[in-house]
């Protein structure tokens, strides 16, 4: 299993990473760049390479599902 993205990790810093979103209408389970199985927790992110992030999270990197 990959670890998971810790908020403190420069690159997810960089790109305000948290694992809660503070968006309502916005998460990575409905940001264009999740990757993994729909339904599971912890999910790849084509962002950040070798980790996995929160479903519930976001970044500012967020894009809309198509
Ligand atoms: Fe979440 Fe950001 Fe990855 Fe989208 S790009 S899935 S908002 S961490």
Redesign the pocket.
């Known amino acids: 299993d990959l670890p998971q993205?810790a908020e403190d990790d420069p690159q997810a810093a960089a790109?305000k990473?948290v694992h809660a979103s503070p968006h309502s209408d916005?998460?990575?389970s409905n940001?264009?760049?999740?990757q993994g199985n729909e339904g599971d927790e912890w999910?790849p992110?084509?962002?950040?390479p070798g980790k996995v992030?929160a479903a519930e999270?976001?970044?500012?990197?967020?894009?809309k599902k198509p």
């Open positions: 993205l790109l990473y916005k998460k990575c940001c264009a760049l999740l999910r992110c084509a962002i950040f992030v999270g976001w970044c500012s990197a967020w894009a």
